[in-house]
């Protein structure tokens, strides 16, 4: 934010070895590493990750500051809220919303709407733990 109140751009960084659809649209400090791949009318927040070979498609929703953790696979019509981590190996199913500040454990298989500031894990995911 400091960089920004400078008068700083954050660029968006995609590895050359990741596909991203021409009508996705990354927000400002967004970072799509090797093998990812993000598909059409997907939307994401300012300084997203989507690591290592992660998977997200048609029209997510992604808040600011999401990191996918690398192998999480988000079907389609997904949305995340901010500031929300998905374990390394979460599933997401299709139409899933993520509230808030959530975290999923690795290997997650998330078919039903997690709540803000939770934590959820297994299969199904469910959550485990939130803030009062």
């Known amino acids: 934010k400091r960089m920004q109140s400078d008068g700083w751009t954050v660029p968006v960084l995609v590895h050359p070895?990741?596909?991203?659809?021409?009508s996705t649209s990354l927000g400002e400090g967004t970072v799509v590493m090797a093998g990812a791949i993000v598909q059409a009318d997907t939307e994401t927040g300012k300084a997203c990750i989507i690591?290592?070979?992660a998977t997200v498609d048609h029209d997510c929703q992604l808040g600011e500051a999401v990191h996918v953790a690398p192998g999480c696979?988000?079907?389609?019509?997904?949305?995340?809220?901010?500031?929300s981590m998905l374990g390394i190996g979460t599933?997401?199913?299709?139409?899933?919303?993520?509230g808030k500040q959530v975290k999923t454990g690795a290997g997650s298989v998330?078919?039903?709407?997690?709540?803000?500031?939770?934590?959820?894990?297994?299969?199904?995911a469910k959550p485990v733990l939130a803030k009062d």
């Open 17 to 22: 070895k990741a596909i991203v659809s021409e």
């Open 51 to 53: 690591n290592t070979g």
């Open 73 to 83: 696979s988000l079907a389609g019509h997904v949305v995340v809220g901010e500031l």
């Open 91 to 98: 599933v997401v199913c299709n139409r899933v919303t993520i």
């Open 110 to 124: 998330v078919v039903s709407d997690l709540p803000d500031d939770c934590l959820a894990y297994g299969v199904p």
